[in-house]
Nanobody, 115 residues
Framework: QVPLVESGGGLVQPGGSLKLSCAAS????????MEWYRQAPGKERELVAV???????NYALSVKGRFTISKDNAKIAVYLQMNSLKPEDTAVYYC?????????WGQGLQVTVSS
């Protein structure tokens, strides 16, 4: 397994912004997509955003227009810019790098949106 290191989570007030980062510590070959998931307490893990190797991005309806996924192929990194955050965005966020050799998961980041 290739460790993925996530950073950028924390506590933010409603309406605020956070940027999550996820980077691989070693090279990963044949990546075809990078994703962000989240899991709120008592709920199933849900796909938040995905960006393909062709730079096509898609979002869950609940975050579309507020979140932006991006990547840096040279750094094997994926980012999630989260704006206009709402209390319902509170969850543990996980990055996932999908390669033809398997999936690689981050350790999870707590994001709490509260006043």
């Amino acid at each position: 397994q290739v460790p993925l290191v996530e950073s950028g989570g924390g506590l933010v007030q409603p309406g605020g912004s956070l940027k999550l980062s996820c980077a691989a510590s070693r090279i990963i070959y044949s990546i075809h997509a990078m994703e962000w998931y989240r899991q709120a307490p008592g709920k199933e893990r849900e796909l938040v955003a995905v960006i393909t190797d062709g730079d096509t991005a898609n979002y869950a309806l609940s975050v579309k227009g507020r979140f932006t996924i991006s990547k840096d192929n040279a750094k094997i990194a994926v980012y999630l810019q989260m704006n206009s955050l709402k209390p319902e965005d509170t969850a543990v966020y996980y990055c996932n790098i999908k390669a033809y050799g398997g999936n690689y998961w981050g350790q999870g980041l707590q994001v709490t949106v509260s006043s």
